[in-house]
């Protein structure tokens, strides 16, 4: 399920890089081609590390705590900036957000979908969250949702664990509210 949350990493032709924010922009060769990783550029935040061998695979900014990896943790966020022209079918970030809505009901029969309070980042933009609560087992999700340029934002906090998700929730807000577009 997490894996599914995520994504897929993007692999792209040879192009410049878009215009954006703080959006962190790396290039890899994966299989003799190149292969394009963007996400939000986070601050460090306490207790928590970014786990970078997961962040290229999983094309995002995989965040673990510290002491453990994010293919280990009980707990994990993440950030994924998702490049509008590679999906020219996604016209508007509410058809993202109901994409994701969609995708999830398909994949976790019986979860439980609901609007959370907005979130705020460091520059004042309002961000719509929703969460994602399983009906028995499976991983307790909230999803903040964003634009930026030629970018789709999306902050996520990931537990297998009630308890895990709710004391992750502090960290994950000072996340979000800590993100800024580039001056």
């Not at 924010?21 to 935040?45: D, N, S, Y």
Request: charge should be negative.
């Amino acid at each position: 399920m997490r894996i599914t949350a995520i994504g897929i990493v993007l692999l792209l032709p040879v192009a410049p890089w878009p215009a954006s924010g703080e959006i962190e922009k790396r290039a890899t060769t994966c299989e003799q081609v190149l292969c394009f990783h963007w996400w939000p550029k986070l601050p460090a935040l306490a207790g928590w590390h970014q786990d970078e061998p997961r962040s290229f695979a999983f094309g995002c900014n995989a965040l673990a705590p510290d002491g453990s990896s994010f293919g280990d943790a009980d707990t994990v966020m993440y950030a994924k900036a998702l490049y509008k022209p590679r999906d020219p079918e996604t016209t508007s970030l509410e058809m993202l957000i109901e994409q994701d809505k969609q995708r999830f009901a398909k994949e976790v029969p019986g979860i439980a979908i609901a609007e959370a309070p907005s979130l705020a980042t460091a520059d004042g933009q309002k961000l719509r969250t929703l969460t994602f609560f399983p009906k028995g087992e499976g991983n307790w999700e909230r999803v903040a949702y964003g634009e930026e340029g030629d970018f789709y934002l999306v902050f996520a906090v990931s537990s297998l664990s009630r308890k895990g998700y709710e004391a992750a929730l502090p960290a994950y807000e000072r996340l979000v509210g800590s993100y800024r577009e580039k001056p």
